[in-house]
């Protein structure tokens, strides 16, 4: 058995239909609102490009209905972001009511929201530094020029991290300790605790 080479099979795939149409599908929604504007892009959602032709979830029948007038127009607009040789062409935009609803659904169970978890910590722990009163036993470095030299430095560094965090957290309740604020939230205590009292 002839071993492949990771360019041949990389040439291969690239050059199935359902691999350029997927890449189609991907440069079509990154423009989407481009192409027809933004009133028309919240009321339109492109779904995928199947045997050269673009599906399109349409929120109501009559935004189908004006926009399949103006399907030459856009399918023009699409096809201008092919410029490549080679692109297989779209030869058709269907506009459909019938996955509008399941789309939208989609949408939003994609869309998780970082800070409903609870184990979400703010990013702007470093911006908030200056302005705030550290206790005077807190050292902290901030500037890391070059990676730790060895493990008791990068150990060190990440002490002071963890204690910067730390500083900004809530204490919980039942054991005092510092916790995330999603935690407290959601079990009125930290992790730690919810564990040992919740969940045994």
Not at 129 to 136: F, G
Request: proline share 6%; glycine share 4%; with cysteine.
């Amino acid at each position: 058995m002839s071993l492949i080479g990771l360019p041949n099979i990389l040439n291969g795939i690239q050059s199935r239909t359902s691999w350029q149409q997927r890449c189609q599908y991907l440069l079509i929604v990154e423009k989407w609102a481009e192409i027809v504007g933004e009133s028309v892009a919240k009321q339109t959602c492109p779904i995928g490009v199947y045997q050269k032709s673009l599906q399109v979830a349409v929120s109501n029948s009559v935004w189908s209905q004006a926009l399949t007038f103006e399907r030459v127009r856009i399918l023009a607009k699409v096809n201008a972001l092919f410029g490549v040789a080679g692109t297989i062409a779209i030869a058709d935009i269907h506009f459909s009511t019938a996955k509008w609803a399941t789309q939208q659904q989609t949408l939003k169970e994609q869309k998780v929201v970082a800070e409903n978890h609870p184990s979400y910590l703010p990013a702007a722990i470093a911006n908030e530094l200056p302005n705030r009163k550290l206790k005077p036993n807190l050292k902290i470095k901030l500037d890391i020029p070059k990676a730790p030299e060895n493990a008791n430095e990068a150990f060190q560094r990440w002490q002071d991290v963890m204690k910067l965090r730390t500083h900004q957290m809530p204490n919980c309740p039942r054991c005092d300790r510092p916790a995330l604020t999603g935690e407290i939230s959601r079990w009125q205590m930290c992790r730690v605790c919810a564990i040992e009292y919740l969940f045994n």
